[in-house]
C-alpha cells in the first residue's frame, strides 16, 4: 500500500502545484481540515501537511493510527498542540525556513513603509491634499545610517541583517543563543541585551517564535524604554507584543510609529485601536505566502515525508520535540 500525504486544502497553497510535485510513489489525498473527506483519508494517513491549526490535537492523532509526521508549511507553529504530538509520538517540523525571504522583505517593506508613511502619503495624494495639511510638520526618514535592533536572529532574521546592510543601517541583535563570532563578523551585526536593542534602536524588528517565553515579550515596560523617535515592526506572531501596550504608546506619541502584518487576534476586532491611528502600517498576516516560494514550501514538505518514509529522521523538528 502506497505511503499516503493528507494534505489539508488551503487558499495560500496552490494545490495544482502540490499535485504536480507530490511524489510519485505516494498517494495524496487533499482535504479541508475537518471536512468529511478529511475524516476518511485520516485513519490511512502517513504524513499530514499543511498549516497548523488548534484542531490538531490528541483527539486527532488518536484518529490517525498511522501518522509518522506532521508537515507545516508555515515556520510558526504556535496553534499546535505540542504536549499532544509529544505524547502521541509524532514529529512536527516547520517550513526549513522557505519562507525566510520573503518575511525578511516584508520587514524591510514595512520599515520603509513607516519611517516614510506611506499609507498616509497614499491616503493624502488619493483625498485630494497631496502633500498633506502639515507639510511643516511631516516628519520623513531614512533607514540610512539607522540602528535596527533584530529581536531573534534565526533564519529570518540573518535575511533581515543582510537585507539591512545593504541599505546602511547599523545592525545589532538579542537572541537567546548567541551565535559565533565568526558569523556576526559575516552578517555585520553586533550582539547586544534586549534592554540596550530596546534603548537604542531607531527601529526595532521582532523574529521570534511564539511560546510561553516570547508571548508579551514586548509590554509597556519594554515600549518605554524604546525612543520616541523609535518604530516596532512585528512581522513574527501578535501576541508577542501586548497589543493595548503598543496601542496607546502609539496614541500618546511615546514611539514614532509601527509596522505590523501579525495581532493579537486575526483577523482583528473592527473596533481595534491601531486602526485609529495614522502613524501605523497594517497588513494581513500576508509576509510569508509569496508564488515564488509556494515551490520551496510544497518541496520542503515531501522531502520530509520522503525522508521518514525510509526511516530517516525529518528535518527541521520544531525545538520542543527534538530532543
Given at each position: 500500500?502506497?505511503?499516503?500525504?493528507?494534505?489539508?486544502?488551503?487558499?495560500?497553497?496552490?494545490?495544482?502545484?502540490?499535485?504536480?510535485?507530490?511524489?510519485?510513489?505516494?498517494?495524496?489525498?487533499?482535504?479541508?481540515?475537518?471536512?468529511?473527506?478529511?475524516?476518511?483519508?485520516?485513519?490511512?494517513?502517513?504524513?499530514?501537511?499543511?498549516?497548523?491549526?488548534?484542531?490538531?490535537?490528541?483527539?486527532?492523532?488518536?484518529?490517525?493510527?498511522?501518522?509518522?509526521?506532521?508537515?507545516?508549511?508555515?515556520?510558526?507553529?504556535?496553534?499546535?498542540?505540542?504536549?499532544?504530538?509529544?505524547?502521541?509520538?509524532?514529529?512536527?517540523?516547520?517550513?526549513?525556513?522557505?519562507?525566510?525571504?520573503?518575511?525578511a522583505e516584508h520587514a524591510i517593506l514595512l520599515m520603509l513603509a513607516a519611517c516614510r508613511r506611506l499609507v498616509w502619503q497614499h491616503q493624502s495624494v488619493a483625498a485630494g491634499r497631496w502633500r498633506g495639511n502639515d507639510l511643516a510638520g511631516t516628519k520623513l526618514y531614512e533607514l540610512r545610517d539607522k540602528t535596527l535592533g533584530i529581536v531573534g536572529l534565526g533564519a529570518i532574521g540573518k535575511k533581515v541583517a543582510r537585507l539591512a546592510n545593504a541599505f546602511g543601517m547599523d545592525v545589532q541583535y538579542y537572541d537567546i543563543r548567541r551565535v559565533s563570532e565568526a558569523e556576526e563578523d559575516a552578517l555585520a551585526v553586533r550582539f547586544r541585551l534586549l534592554g540596550e536593542i530596546l534603548a537604542n534602536a531607531d527601529i526595532v524588528s521582532l523574529h521570534v517564535p511564539l511560546t510561553p517565553a516570547t508571548r508579551h515579550?514586548?509590554?509597556?515596560?519594554?515600549?518605554?524604554?524604546?525612543?520616541?523617535?523609535?518604530?516596532?515592526?512585528?512581522?513574527?506572531?501578535?501576541?508577542?507584543?501586548?497589543?493595548?501596550?503598543?496601542?496607546?504608546?502609539?496614541?500618546?506619541?511615546?514611539?514614532?510609529?509601527?509596522?505590523?502584518?501579525?495581532?493579537?487576534?486575526?483577523?482583528?476586532?473592527?473596533?481595534?485601536?491601531l486602526f485609529r491611528l495614522n502613524t501605523v502600517v497594517l497588513t494581513p498576516h500576508f509576509a510569508g505566502p509569496t508564488w515564488d516560494n509556494q515551490q520551496a514550501r510544497f518541496r520542503n514538505a515531501f522531502d520530509n515525508c520522503q525522508r521518514v518514509a525510509r526511516g530517516e529522521r525529518p528535518l527541521w523538528i520544531i525545538p520542543e520535540l527534538a530532543g
Open positions: 500500500m502506497a505511503p499516503r500525504i493528507l494534505m489539508m486544502d488551503n487558499p495560500l497553497s496552490a494545490m495544482d502545484l502540490a499535485r504536480e510535485l507530490a511524489p510519485p510513489e505516494m498517494e495524496m489525498v487533499v482535504a479541508p481540515l475537518g471536512s468529511p473527506e478529511f475524516e476518511a483519508a485520516l485513519p490511512g494517513a502517513d504524513f499530514i501537511v499543511g498549516f497548523g491549526s488548534r484542531a490538531i490535537d490528541a483527539g486527532l492523532y488518536a484518529r490517525a493510527p498511522r501518522l509518522k509526521l506532521l508537515q507545516l508549511l508555515s515556520a510558526g507553529y504556535d496553534t499546535i498542540d505540542i504536549e499532544a504530538a509529544r505524547q502521541a509520538g509524532i514529529p512536527v517540523c516547520n517550513n526549513g525556513g522557505a519562507n525566510s525571504t520573503a518575511v515579550m514586548i509590554g509597556a515596560a519594554e515600549l518605554a524604554r524604546m525612543k520616541p523617535t523609535a518604530y516596532l515592526i512585528n512581522t513574527c506572531r501578535g501576541p508577542v507584543v501586548d497589543e493595548p501596550a503598543l496601542a496607546a504608546a502609539l496614541a500618546e506619541s511615546r514611539i514614532a510609529g509601527a509596522g505590523l502584518d501579525v495581532f493579537d487576534q486575526e483577523p482583528p476586532a473592527a473596533d481595534n485601536p
